[in-house]
């Protein structure tokens, strides 16, 4: 049977994972999915229903009564139960509530499943913390981006102001040292590169360039 292929790209927050695999999925003419978008969905669906973000199993439960929906266009959109939540799942409360969402085990396995089902349909471009490691462990490439946390603090801090959120230099550092911590230390599947992922530091690289190495790479080069 074939299988269709798969780049997986993970990496810290703020690395550029989202801009970069959105580019590569385009020059390849692959579909893009925003695997942390998935989880951002569940942390603003619990912070709404008012569930207390400690509560694993109310958290957990969650999952399999929502319906996560992307609809691809020039940007891609995302819907939670028919509703445009793109916006909102990037608000500074969920960004600190997707953390602890993201570390439940029950929580984990439920999307993985959709991804991997995702995965099935088509060529695609995949971008989280665990893709390579766990969701697609036989990806034919993997990628693992960083940069240095100051810069990955100052590209999600030019990020706010161009969507108009408040927030200083300093806070937007402290919550990706935050984030950084709890993706990287928790039990179950942390974010972490895979044995065979090509690493590529972009600090002080514009996201042209790595796209374009990332491009390269998956073409043999
Ligand atoms: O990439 P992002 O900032 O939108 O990710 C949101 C959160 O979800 C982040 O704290 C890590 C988590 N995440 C994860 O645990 N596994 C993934 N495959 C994707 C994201």
């Known amino acids: 049977m074939k299988r269709f292929h798969?780049?997986?790209?993970?990496g810290p927050a703020g690395a550029g994972k989202s801009t970069v695999a959105r580019k590569v999925a385009q020059s390849l003419g692959y579909c893009y999915l925003d695997t942390g978008a998935m989880y951002?969905?569940?942390?603003y669906k619990a912070l709404e229903a008012g569930i207390p973000l400690d509560d694993e199993r109310a958290v957990t439960g969650l999952v399999k009564n929502t319906e996560i929906y992307f609809k691809h266009g020039d940007s891609e959109s995302v819907f939670c139960d028919?509703?445009?939540v793109t916006n909102h799942i990037r608000s500074k409360e969920v960004s600190r509530a997707v953390s602890i969402v993201a570390s439940y085990q029950g929580v984990r396995e439920q999307l993985v499943h959709l991804q991997r089902q995702e995965a099935a349909k088509g060529n695609v471009v995949m971008d989280g913390r665990d893709i390579g490691t766990h969701v697609l462990p036989e990806a034919e490439v993997k990628i693992y981006l960083t940069a240095s946390e100051e810069e990955r603090a100052k590209r999600r801090y030019l990020e706010n102001i161009k969507?108009?959120?408040a927030s200083s230099l300093e806070e937007v550092l402290r919550d990706i040292q935050k984030r950084?911590?709890?993706?990287?230390e928790r039990e179950h599947d942390p974010l972490k590169p895979a044995a065979d992922a090509f690493i590529l530091d972009t600090t002080g690289l514009p996201a042209e360039e790595v796209v374009r190495k990332i491009v390269n790479i998956v073409r043999g080069g």
Request: aromatic residues 0%; charged residues 40%; without cysteine.
């Open 163 to 165: 969507s108009g959120k």
């Open 82 to 84: 028919g509703k445009d």
């Open 6 to 10: 798969q780049i997986a790209i993970d």
């Open 180 to 184: 950084d911590r709890l993706d990287s």
């Open 40 to 43: 951002r969905v569940i942390a």
